[in-house]
């Protein structure tokens, strides 16, 4: 069922990514980082590591 089926109010992309972000700001709440792929690294250092294997003899 879409919007207008249901006669509901739909936004455009503008509108809803200007409300979204209000929606946001206004309970603090975390952004999803935009970034090119390969232009950052990001490392968390809590908790377990994790093996790395080699990749011709499968020794960790």
């Known amino acids: 069922m879409s919007c207008t089926d249901a006669k509901l109010p739909y936004y455009h992309r503008t509108q809803f990514n200007k409300l979204y972000n209000d929606y946001v700001k206004k309970h603090k709440l ?16 809590c908790g377990s590591t994790m093996n ?9």
């Open 30 to 45: 975390t952004m999803h980082i935009n970034h090119k792929p390969g232009d950052r690294v990001m490392v968390d250092w």
């Open 52 to 60: 790395v294997y080699d990749r011709l003899t499968g020794e960790v």
